[in-house]
Nanobody, 120 residues
Framework: QVQLVESGGGLVQAGGSLRLSCAASGSIFSINLMGWYRQAPGKQRELVASITGGGSKNYADCAKGRFTISRDNSKNTVYLQMNSLKPEDTAVYYC??????????????WGQGTQVTVSS
């Protein structure tokens, strides 16, 4: 079984920063792609940023210049440093792990979501 546990969400004023963490647990050998998505009320879930096992990063336009994604392969953990937060960043942020090679085979996994609220 593979589980993702997120932490670090909360309430912050506009211009502030938050750091999200997501740790994957289980008998994991490797994870191909880890990333962060978000879903605001009434909107579709959208990609924020992703990172490969080799460290190649991809950012959505909304994240470029403000957010930084990183990962620690030894801990199967991905991070999202969010700076200069705006009210429009308010959403539930979900961690994703795609192509998880574990003792049971290969699967994709999602976290339960963590709320980020940015006040104006």
């Amino acid at each position: 079984q593979v589980q993702l546990v997120e932490s670090g969400g909360g309430l912050v004023q506009a211009g502030g920063s938050l750091r999200l963490s997501c740790a994957a647990s289980g008998s994991i050998f490797s994870i191909n792609l880890m990333g962060w998505y978000r879903q605001a009320p009434g909107k579709q879930r959208e990609l924020v940023a992703s990172i490969t096992g080799g460290g190649s990063k991809n950012y959505a336009d909304c994240a470029k210049g403000r957010f930084t994604i990183s990962r620690d392969n030894s801990k199967n953990t991905v991070y999202l440093q969010m700076n200069s937060l705006k009210p429009e960043d308010t959403a539930v942020y979900y961690c994703s792990a795609l192509g998880v090679l574990y003792v049971g085979g290969v699967k994709d996994a999602w976290g339960q979501g963590t709320q980020v609220t940015v006040s104006s």
